[in-house]
């Protein structure tokens, strides 16, 4: 059988495409799972799982004050018996999601960080714990900026900006509604 050139250009780029989509889902790396990252950020404090969804006047005072927007109104949330809050959420990095656990105080100050799936194929290095410290002890009090509070990480702008903006966005989600629950 053969080929003309055209026909030999599109199956060059379809194969292309279908490594480059197979490598891309190959580069995913879960470091946690939520059970882990409940046990590393909260040992074995006795926790419960809350149904919180935003309402749309909360998705408003969240962004607002935050200045991040809220892309899910279901919060993945658990409450520790010291009052406490466990989170699990997702920034964007580059361009896939980026699976986080937060812990929050009864006071609303950020305790942990944990990567717990990175998609990318670069920019990796927010999984360092020095850089995840950078969030302890920060609340809604102030809002967080990289290369002002947080130190970014070359090569991992997007993924280090996104998870900052996350940051306030959930303190400020602590402020508005966590906090009176």
Excluded at 62 to 78: K, Y
């Amino acid at each position: 059988m053969k080929l003309d050139r055209r026909e030999f250009g599109k199956s060059i780029a379809l194969a292309m495409a279908g490594l480059a989509l197979s490598s891309a889902r190959l580069s995913a790396k879960t470091y946690l799972t939520v059970d882990q990252a409940k046990q590393v950020l909260w040992g074995d404090m006795t926790m419960e799982q809350v149904a919180v969804k935003l309402t749309s006047d909360q998705v408003d005072a969240i962004e607002d004050s935050s200045d991040t927007n809220v892309r899910n109104e279901n919060l993945n949330v658990w409450k520790t018996q010291d009052g406490g809050w466990f989170i699990v959420d997702q920034v964007i990095g580059k361009h896939e999601n980026i699976d986080i656990a937060v812990a929050l105080t009864a006071e609303g100050k950020v305790k942990g960080i944990e990567i717990l799936t990175y998609r990318e194929t670069y920019g990796f290095e927010i999984e360092n714990a020095d850089w995840r410290a950078q969030f302890h002890g920060k609340d809604a009090s102030e809002h967080l900026e990289l290369d002002e509070q947080i130190q970014n990480i070359t090569g991992a702008t997007l993924s280090c900006s996104h998870i900052t903006d996350g940051i306030n966005r959930l303190t400020h989600t602590w402020l508005h509604v966590l906090k009176t629950l």
